[in-house]
T-cell receptor
Framework: EPEVTQTPSHQVTQMGQEVILRCVPISNHLYFYWYRQILGQKVEFLVSFYNNEISEKSEIFDDQFSVERPDGSNFTLKIRSTKLEDSAMYFC??????????????FGPGTRLTVT | AQKVTQAQTEISVVEKEDVTLDCVYETRDTTYYLFWYKQPPSGELVFLIRRNSFDEQNEISGRYSWNFQKSTSSFNFTITASQVVDSAVYFCALVNRDDKIIFGKGTRLHILP
């Protein structure tokens, strides 16, 4: 069964450093998402991406964040200058092209980001 | 405003008991979708069910069942004959046409042997 994959599973970085979290969505999916879950809290929407541009973003997704689909398979989340409060689990998700209905979003296993 | 409320923060039951996880949602939209996800200790999010706002039929899948009541804006989840492997955090979620998932805060379920 196809699945969303994410690398690395765990990333430790120092405050102020740039990080890139990588995701490989399911191959025939066209909508891509990033979500964040601070430890012990709920999962929060960050951004959605379709047709090579951001379609929605939350207030969390400020100028420190950017997303990119650098090739036909990867979908990346970059944090330019990490802060301690960026420590969280980051989930990538993808879904099929949405026509009239919302399709299920398939989630990757997550990348745990620890900022020290 | 869109909101999902899971009032039960943590529940503990003994194995083989039935348990119901509550979910109440708010949305102005007439077309929306409701989901339940399971997050086991390993951390991944496991899709359990999707229900659209026009389909109020209850659903049963093995030991799992869901009760969607539009009149009370609730989408409750029942596990029958619970097992230790059901121990996890369960999230209820709402999606409308803007396609971003709004999650509740989750209910941590402990199934005691």
């Amino acid at each position: 069964e196809p699945e969303v994959t994410q690398t690395p599973s765990h990333q430790v970085t120092q405050m102020g450093q740039e990080v890139i979290l990588r995701c490989v969505p399911i191959s025939n999916h066209l909508y891509f998402y990033w979500y964040r879950q601070i430890l012990g809290q709920k999962v929060e929407f960050l951004v959605s991406f379709y047709n090579n541009e951001i379609s929605e973003k939350s207030e969390i997704f400020d100028d420190q964040f950017s997303v990119e689909r650098p090739d036909g398979s990867n979908f990346t989340l970059k944090i330019r200058s990490t802060k301690l409060e960026d420590s969280a689990m980051y989930f990538c998700a993808s879904s099929e092209l949405r026509v009239e209905v919302v399709y299920e979003q398939y989630f990757g296993p997550g990348t745990r980001l620890t900022v020290t | 405003a869109q909101k999902v409320t899971q009032a039960q923060t943590e529940i503990s039951v003994v194995e083989k008991e039935d348990v119901t996880l509550d979910c109440v949602y708010e949305t102005r939209d007439t077309t929306y979708y409701l989901f339940w996800y399971k997050q086991p200790p390993s951390g991944e999010l496991v899709f359990l069910i999707r229900r659209n706002s026009f389909d109020e039929q209850n659903e049963i899948s093995g030991r799992y069942s869901w009760n969607f009541q539009k009149s009370t804006s609730s989408f409750n989840f029942t596990i029958t004959a619970s097992q230790v492997v059901d121990s996890a955090v369960y999230f209820c979620a709402l999606v409308n046409r803007d396609d971003k998932i709004i999650f509740g805060k989750g209910t941590r379920l402990h199934i005691l042997p």
